[in-house]
């Protein structure tokens, strides 16, 4: 059967920095398994990727399109791409929701981390982290796509953040 066979194609030229001009797929379809921890991971813009790792690791690549991430705490691999594993150490910003991660940020953009949450409901009982992300996401607005490594709004990982935090 010919429509099986899917030759493994290099992509010569890649438009991560020219939006709407996508050579290659901007951000892969649907979710992945994870190589380390086989959790379905969900894939990143490339320009994600672009702004959020280092430079060393990106001079590895040619084009940042197609990498998933993954957010699962224990596992140590954060973008993947095929067989190629991306860690904490190729990353610009530490992966507030990988286990151990100091500071454990959770919104990249108005910078609330779990120690700051965990602060202010020791101090007031209550934290104000999801009012102040939503005022700011309609003002100033927010820029998850270069500044989370997840690529996406952090409101569903601040929401778990507080409620494992009021647990303890
Ligand atoms: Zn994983």
Redesign the pocket.
């Known amino acids: 059967m010919f429509s099986t066979f899917k030759p493994k194609k290099e992509i010569k030229s890649c438009s991560t920095q020219s939006e709407g001009d996508n050579c290659c797929t901007p951000q892969p379809k649907g979710k992945v398994e ?6 379905k ?1 969900k894939g990143v813009l490339g320009k994600t990727f672009e702004a959020l790792v280092t430079e060393e690791s990106k001079s590895q690549f040619s084009c940042f399109d197609g990498f998933y991430y ?3 705490p224990t ?3 954060v973008y ?1 791409r095929d067989e190629t594993i991306l860690t904490q150490e190729d990353m610009q910003v530490v992966v507030g929701l990988k286990e151990g991660a100091t500071p454990a940020t959770v919104c990249y953009c108005f910078e609330w981390t779990k120690e700051k949450i965990k602060a202010q409901i020791e101090a007031t009982g209550a934290t104000t982290a999801l009012e102040d992300i939503q005022a700011k996401m309609e003002n100033p607005g927010c820029s998850c796509e270069i500044l989370n490594p997840s690529g996406g709004c952090c409101l569903g990982d601040v929401t778990k953040a507080i409620k494992a935090i009021a647990r303890d």
Do not use: D, R
Request: charged fraction near 15%.
């Open positions: 994870c190589p380390s921890c086989h959790q991971a993954c957010k699962t596992c140590k691999t993947f």
